[in-house]
């Protein structure tokens, strides 16, 4: 059975302020869909396992489509939520594709998770497909091989610093996903504010924003059909 592995955050809350957030309803859901619908099976993996909040502006009536309400309101489905693998759990081998979701929680517990990378890194290496939307780009700032980073030199992109800024959330960020990307030596692209666009780089697959969920798994899929 082919399956791909969605990587979640388990952070419920902004550090500093008293906001909520967690992962991006959408983000998770748009690429599952497509994965769903491609014939693949699709597993949650958190940092610690279990639970996975949902940001609740995710939520708001404005960003849910149909067919984030048929999911949302599909038991199954949302007990991902409630039972993601932990890293320990999950079989690199298994797995076709690695896609790291956003909402703002990632910002504090994808980064430096050196399970999560030693996965990821391995799918890579046994000629998966690397992959992330908007903030869940932070997954792969600091997976390293052979002592150079793994985006060092590769065209991607993320949530920008504009994007950050129209959100009202920059200064609440410890660091800005754009910067790290372009400190790091990546070629980090972009599109318009909100616009859904997704950058191709050998078995690398990266989103912009919650507007790209969709993009990143055709091009993902598109990659894994032609192997």
């Known amino acids: 059975m082919k399956k791909a592995l969605i990587v979640v955050t388990n952070i419920a809350k902004y550090e500093t302020i008293e906001r909520a957030t967690g992962a991006w309803f959408s983000e998770v859901?748009?690429?599952a869909k497509d994965f769903y619908d491609a014939g693949y099976e699709v597993d949650f993996v958190s940092p610690n396992g279990g639970y996975v909040p949902l940001d609740p502006v995710s939520l708001n009536a404005e960003m849910?489509?149909?067919e984030d309400?048929?999911?949302y309101t599909d038991h199954e489905y949302m007990n991902k939520f409630g039972n993601s693998l932990s890293p320990s759990e999950v079989k690199a081998e298994d797995y076709q594709a690695i896609y790291f979701a956003g909402g703002h929680g990632v910002i504090w517990d994808l980064r430096d998770n050196k399970q999560l990378n030693d996965i990821a890194l391995s799918i890579y290496n046994n000629n998966g497909v690397l992959s992330s939307v908007c903030h869940g780009a932070v997954g792969l700032l600091n997976i390293e091989q052979d002592g150079e980073f793994i985006v060092k030199g590769k065209s991607v992109t993320g949530f920008t610093n504009s994007e950050e800024s129209a959100n009202g959330t920059i200064e609440h960020m410890p660091y800005l996903l754009e910067d790290e990307f372009v400190n790091i030596g990546a070629n980090f692209k972009k599109e318009a504010d909100w616009t859904a666009y997704?950058?191709?780089d050998g078995h690398v697959v990266t989103g912009q924003n919650p507007q790209s969920g969709h993009a990143v798994a055709e091009k993902v899929l598109a990659i894994l059909d032609n192997q």
Do not use: C, G, K
Request: hydrophobic letters at 60%; glycine letters at 0%; aromatic letters at 24%.
């Open 29 to 31: 859901t748009h690429f």
């Open 64 to 66: 849910m489509s149909d």
């Open 198 to 200: 997704a950058v191709v």
């Open 69 to 71: 309400w048929a999911y």
